[in-house]
């Protein structure tokens, strides 16, 4: 006797046994049940996933000996013929071989005979996709009004290339992709029936890159049990199919974690040496960094994350040495370089350019680190707003009848209005401060506000300037938007209010600025020469913005 592959030797018998596809066996089954079998059905999915296979089970079910039943007896000649497609009342047409309008024309010739055995006859037809046009219009009559005892069922994974006129006729059931879980169940089973001994995580690996089709991952199980002689370890998927195991995605993945950029080049070296296909590892990765991703921002990442106990287990704890904005990070530069991998000939390069992108980056921080650190530094660079208030009330005359009422009342009052008066050297002291929170509130506002510095405070007004040519600047500043804001935050750390507004000088002359409150007004060409670098403005936005100064020109 022939070997008959596990393919075909575990294909369903019944609706029961087709696995996802519930929503379409159940209607089969009630259509059955309540006599409203239609005279035409278009299956439509990926391959592997049981369009053929359900279209014979209707078959034996509408032509068993007991039926029309949900349930055929697969014992009775008429089962047992269809199982073994060797029925007179079931054709089985190959829609990519017999596409021309003469096997359309014979086909019409044959439908208005009688089944030889059984109620219905039936013809499958599949690929129908693949049929011309005119064939197709030499079926819409035939198909519209076919005799009472035929039936049609048509199997496409291009629903979209089939013609509207014979989708209309039809009643359509799309297929959908086998789970992993569902196809790691079916491949256990059929692994304990044929007494083949395999890890629970290559069945997974066997189900992913089955992607979805239960017939490629039972060929596979199938090929590996042949190899490896009933016993099938972790490795043989790899050495037999060249796919990419979980071990290899995690050792480059801890590469990646340690900014690794050599160890990175000799890992991609290797894959190369060992004839991997660079798209398809790159491929894995992203998969891999999703299943990081999931496993960062979900508490139940199991429930996304299609693979073994253990294997999650040790993506949870790897995930643990990324920040969730790196995962953003690599994930983006993965995912644009495999975009790039599938138009170019020179995959390892654009490969090679990634992973350095990615190993050479800088110390990524979380926005909520950012907004503690600049909270830290506000605390140390701002002035103590109580002792302002207790030299307030130490300077004020005392009243005449001290009474604790009045004292508790005075020292409320002043604690919510204090009059500390703003003056240009308060302006330049709070300064880096105030470039920091607007940084947090609005990046490009804070950009423009670097370019310029605070020129002189008079009548409740603080002057900006900026140099002749940032022009840009100030017009950007002046909107309504920007000035409200940068009011806003002025208010926030001084506690009183203050307009500003902002003027473009000669940064070559001394301009005429007025003095505020009788105090000089310092030029911006002060401090002059590297002494400049050490003010506490231009260290603060250094810090600000991660920056360091790559040129020095002093005038």
Request: a positive charge.
């Amino acid at each position: 006797m022939s070997y008959v592959v596990f393919a075909r030797k575990y294909r369903p018998k019944d609706f029961d046994e087709v696995i996802g596809q519930e929503h379409i066996t159940t209607t089969l089954k009630n259509a059955i049940k309540q006599n409203r079998v239609a005279h035409a059905y278009i299956f439509s999915g990926p391959r592997g996933i049981g369009k053929t296979t359900t279209a014979r089970i209707l078959a034996k079910a509408l032509n068993c000996e007991k039926g029309p039943t949900p349930k055929p007896c697969n014992k009775c000649i008429l089962c047992q013929e269809i199982s073994s497609s060797i029925s007179m009342d079931v054709i089985e047409i190959d829609g990519a071989s017999n596409r021309g309008i003469d096997e359309v024309r014979q086909l019409r010739e044959n439908v208005k005979f009688a089944p030889t055995n059984g109620k219905y006859k039936l013809y499958i037809i599949d690929e129908v996709h693949m049929l011309t046009q005119e064939a197709f219009n030499a079926l819409l009559k035939t198909l519209e009004e076919p005799p009472p005892h035929v039936k049609f069922i048509f199997a496409t994974t291009h629903p979209n290339k089939v013609i509207p006129t014979i989708l209309s006729r039809c009643q359509r059931f799309d297929f959908r992709r086998v789970s992993v879980k569902d196809i790691v169940s079916k491949l256990k089973t059929i692994a304990k029936l044929e007494s083949i001994k395999v890890e629970e995580e290559t069945l997974f690996s066997i189900a992913r890159q089955a992607e979805g089709s239960l017939r490629d991952a039972e060929s596979i199980l199938d090929q590996l049990s042949t190899f490896c002689n009933s016993k099938i370890g972790k490795d043989d998927i790899t050495r037999i199919l060249g796919t990419v195991n979980e071990e290899m995605l995690e050792e480059f993945t801890d590469i990646i974690a340690e900014r690794d950029a050599p160890g990175a080049l000799a890992f991609i070296d290797k894959l190369m040496a060992g004839g991997k296909d660079l798209s398809f590892f790159m491929l894995n990765l992203i998969g891999h960094f999703r299943n990081l991703m999931v496993a960062n921002v979900s508490k139940d990442p199991s429930a996304l994350i299609d693979s073994s106990r253990q294997s999650i287990e040790r993506v949870v704890n790897q995930t643990k040495r990324f920040s969730t904005e790196e995962l953003f990070y690599i994930s983006n530069i993965l995912l644009n370089a495999y975009e790039s991998m599938k138009r170019s000939t020179s995959t390892r390069v654009i490969f090679e350019l990634a992973v350095i992108k990615i190993t050479k980056r800088a110390s990524m921080k979380s926005l909520n680190s950012i907004l503690e650190k600049i909270k830290d530094i506000e605390k140390r660079d701002l002035p103590s707003m109580p002792e302002a208030v207790v030299r307030r009330v130490e300077s004020s005359p005392p009243p005449k009848e001290v009474e604790p009422k009045a004292t508790v009342q005075t020292m409320t009052l002043t604690e919510k209005t204090p009059s500390t008066d703003v003056d240009l050297a308060k302006i330049q002291e709070i300064w880096p401060t105030f470039l920091k929170v607007i940084k947090t509130k609005k990046m490009s506002v804070a950009s423009y506000l670097l370019e310029g510095s605070p020129l002189y405070v008079k009548d409740g007004s603080l002057c900006i300037g900026f140099p002749k040519n940032y022009s840009l600047h100030k017009e950007a500043l002046e909107s309504r938007e920007n000035k409200d804001l940068i009011e806003a935050a002025l208010k926030d750390i001084l506690r009183k209010e203050l307009r500003v507004s902002f003027i473009t000088q000669d940064t070559s002359r001394e301009d005429n600025i007025p003095a505020s409150d009788g105090k000089e007004v310092r030029s911006r060409k002060e401090p002059a020469g590297p002494d400049v670098l050490n003010e506490p403005m231009i260290q603060s936005a250094l810090e600000v913005f991660d920056g360091r100064i790559v040129k020095k020109t002093f005038r």
